[in-house]
């Protein structure tokens, strides 16, 4: 990352740029930063983009080939192609010998390591992966991005924000710009300015960037702090400070009636909900969560799907509990998250092994019986519900 960045802030790009991973917030972040700072995405004559699977490498090649038309380069981006997880004639080679004028910029959310392309570009340019980000960075993240709107947030009700988005920082992003706009009042209250919410997020970008990968950044709120910095690598972003008196002086706070007001309730909450009910068993509220989600749209199976999923992680995260395991070695052991894995140290309490087993082996009936069409699929999940209720 350290490397990409120097090239944006110093105009000296490479042939071959690789941005990867599941992270897509920062992955799509980044790619539009160094291809902005490449070329203008309005020089239609030497920008092409490409988009999806049906992506030629001929396109590719023949683009770059071709010289610049009054500018002093050519930039193609690449864009979900696949590329990576399949074997290709002309690509991998070609890429030994990609013109000085031109640049490629490949732009993926998953690739195999193992496959020419990727090792090509490891050896004749850069690549860069963008990982989800652990629950403590998105926090100070959140954080950070309220604060400079003038807005506290206890720790918990930022907890209880992300349990509702998840890890996926795009969603995150929307939520808390939608927090903020609630709790402003963007429409009532004088003194807003739109563009200082992008300072805000331009300066929380930076300081999870120097965060991410360890170097470091002043990120004062005054001028005086911003001349302080000892990070030439940040110094730009720090020059133009975000000013709080751009929004009204008085200090707001987000508690979960309004983070409950704005965001967008996941699936996954809804099924969390519905395993509580189960569990305490109020077969209504079970029932009109479910009446919810068949609202919403959701398909009766895909519940079902969802109810075995978070039954077979509760069974695994009570026998590492049972094996007196740290969250810390749970979370490795089982991929689940460490706001999740909390949830669901509280919901067993009081659950035995055996009324789990019982459950799932209730939940693989049910779906047995709706593929061999004894049950339709809204009536069998119903049932299932009312007799997990029932115990």
Same mark, same amino acid.
């Given at each position: 990352?350290?490397?990409?960045?120097?090239?944006?802030?110093?105009?000296?790009?490479?042939?071959?740029?690789?941005?990867?991973?599941?992270?897509?917030?920062?992955?799509?972040?980044?790619?539009?930063?160094?291809?902005?700072?490449?070329?203008?995405?309005? %020089?239609?004559?030497?920008?092409?983009?490409? #988009?999806?699977?049906? +992506?030629?490498? /001929?396109? =590719?090649?023949?683009?770059?080939?071709?010289?610049?038309?009054?500018?002093?380069?050519?930039?193609?981006?690449?864009? #979900?192609?696949?590329?990576?997880?399949?074997?290709?004639? $002309?690509?991998?080679?070609?890429?030994?010998?990609?013109?000085?004028?031109?640049?490629?910029?490949?732009?993926?959310?998953?690739?195999?390591? $193992?496959?020419?392309?990727?090792?090509?570009?490891? @050896?004749?340019?850069?690549?860069?992966?963008?990982?989800?980000?652990?629950?403590?960075?998105?926090?100070?993240?959140?954080?950070?991005?309220?604060?400079?709107?003038?807005?506290?947030?206890?720790?918990?009700?930022?907890?209880?924000?992300?349990?509702? /988005?998840?890890?996926?920082?795009? $969603?995150?992003?929307?939520?808390?710009?939608?927090? =903020?706009?609630?709790?402003?009042?963007?429409?009532?209250? @004088?003194?807003?300015?739109?563009?200082?919410?992008?300072?805000?997020?331009?300066?929380?970008?930076?300081?999870?960037?120097?965060?991410?990968?360890?170097?470091?950044?002043?990120?004062?709120?005054?001028?005086?702090?911003?001349? +302080?910095?000892?990070?030439?690598?940040?110094?730009?972003?720090?020059?133009?400070?975000?000013?709080?008196?751009?929004?009204?002086?008085?200090?707001?706070?987000? %508690?979960?009636?309004?983070?409950?007001?704005?965001?967008?309730?996941?699936? &996954?909450?809804?099924?969390?909900?519905?395993?509580?009910?189960?569990?305490?068993?109020?077969?209504?509220?079970?029932?009109?969560?479910? @009446?919810?989600?068949?609202?919403?749209?959701?398909?009766?199976?895909?519940?079902?799907?969802?109810?075995?999923? &978070?039954?077979?992680?509760?069974?695994?995260?009570? %026998?590492?509990?049972?094996?007196?395991?740290?969250?810390?070695? =749970?979370?490795?052991? /089982?991929?689940?998250?460490?706001? @999740?894995?909390?949830?669901?140290?509280?919901? !067993?309490?009081?659950?035995?092994? &055996?009324?789990?087993?019982?459950? !799932?082996?209730?939940?693989?009936?049910?779906?047995?019986?709706?593929?061999?069409?004894?049950?339709? %699929?809204?009536?069998?999940?119903?049932?299932?519900?009312?007799? !997990?209720? $029932?115990?």
């Amino acid at each position: 990352m350290k490397k990409l960045n120097a090239d944006i802030e110093s105009g000296n790009f490479k042939s071959i740029y690789l941005l990867y991973g599941p992270e897509a917030y920062l992955r799509l972040h980044y790619a539009k930063k160094l291809c902005d700072a490449i070329l203008p995405s309005s %020089d239609s004559l030497n920008f092409l983009r490409l #988009d999806g699977p049906k +992506t030629e490498e /001929t396109a =590719i090649i023949d683009f770059a080939e071709t010289l610049p038309f009054l500018a002093d380069r050519r930039l193609v981006r690449i864009q #979900d192609s696949g590329f990576f997880k399949k074997s290709l004639d $002309r690509l991998p080679d070609y890429l030994k010998k990609v013109p000085p004028y031109a640049t490629l910029v490949f732009v993926e959310a998953e690739i195999d390591k $193992r496959s020419r392309l990727f090792k090509a570009i490891q @050896a004749n340019g850069y690549a860069v992966e963008f990982p989800v980000q652990n629950e403590a960075t998105l926090l100070r993240w959140g954080a950070g991005l309220l604060a400079r709107a003038g807005i506290r947030i206890r720790k918990e009700d930022l907890q209880y924000l992300l349990q509702r /988005t998840g890890y996926d920082m795009s $969603r995150l992003a929307t939520e808390l710009d939608k927090l =903020i706009h609630y709790l402003r009042g963007l429409e009532a209250e @004088a003194g807003w300015r739109e563009d200082a919410l992008a300072e805000a997020y331009a300066l929380e970008e930076a300081r999870l960037e120097a965060e991410m990968y360890g170097y470091a950044a002043d990120f004062g709120n005054t001028p005086e702090a911003s001349k +302080t910095s000892k990070s030439s690598h940040t110094k730009d972003k720090a020059a133009v400070p975000f000013q709080p008196q751009a929004f009204p002086s008085t200090e707001l706070v987000a %508690d979960r009636a309004a983070i409950d007001a704005v965001t967008t309730i996941l699936l &996954e909450d809804h099924i969390f909900d519905m395993l509580r009910a189960v569990a305490s068993r109020d077969t209504d509220t079970a029932l009109a969560l479910y @009446a919810e989600l068949l609202g919403l749209k959701e398909a009766p199976i895909k519940i079902l799907v969802m109810l075995e999923r &978070e039954f077979n992680r509760l069974l695994m995260v009570k %026998d590492l509990m049972d094996r007196r395991a740290s969250q810390l070695e =749970i979370e490795k052991e /089982t991929g689940i998250r460490s706001f @999740a894995i909390r949830r669901y140290q509280g919901q !067993l309490r009081g659950i035995t092994r &055996e009324s789990l087993l019982a459950a !799932l082996r209730l939940l693989a009936d049910t779906d047995e019986k709706i593929k061999t069409g004894r049950l339709t %699929d809204r009536i069998g999940v119903e049932l299932a519900l009312v007799q !997990l209720a $029932r115990g």
